[in-house]
Nanobody, 127 residues
Framework: QVQLAESGGGSVQAGGSLRLSCTAS????????MAWFRQAPGKEREGVAA????????YYADSVKGRFTISHDNAKNTLYLQMNSLKPEDTALYYC????????????????????WGQGAQVTVSS
């Protein structure tokens, strides 16, 4: 089982930037679909972005395309989410998730697809 730990959350004004990090440990294989999800109060947890750690598969939610960038540093076992041009509607608890194997267009944004989850990092964007 993979242990995931998020960091880098915080508060920022609209238009600002934040970078989230997710450090993974406790696994042998390097081929995972790793993703960022978010959950705002009273709303369902939604997929934000995902990428395959051993290939080119990258996916984004329409709401963050062009503003957020997901990346992965295999040497550091760390997943990143660079968030630019933040909006108040981006306010949420952001979770890191991992599942063995590649990411797929039909499943990357499904909460049930992922086995391992972090505890979450709060991102608050004020107007």
């Amino acid at each position: 089982q993979v242990q995931l730990a998020e960091s880098g959350g915080g508060s920022v004004q609209a238009g600002g930037s934040l970078r989230l990090s997710c450090t993974a440990s406790g696994y042998t294989y390097k081929r995972y679909c790793m993703a960022w999800f978010r959950q705002a109060p009273g709303k369902e947890r939604e997929g934000v972005a995902a990428r395959y750690t051993d290939g080119e598969s990258v996916y984004y939610a329409d709401s963050v395309k062009g503003r957020f960038t997901i990346s992965h540093d295999n040497a550091k076992n760390t997943l990143y989410l660079q968030m630019n041009s933040l909006k108040p509607e981006d306010t949420a608890l952001y979770y890191c998730a991992a599942e063995l194997g590649d990411c797929y267009s039909g499943s990357w944004s499904l909460r049930t697809w992922y086995r391992d989850w972090g505890q979450g990092a709060q991102v608050t964007v004020s107007s």
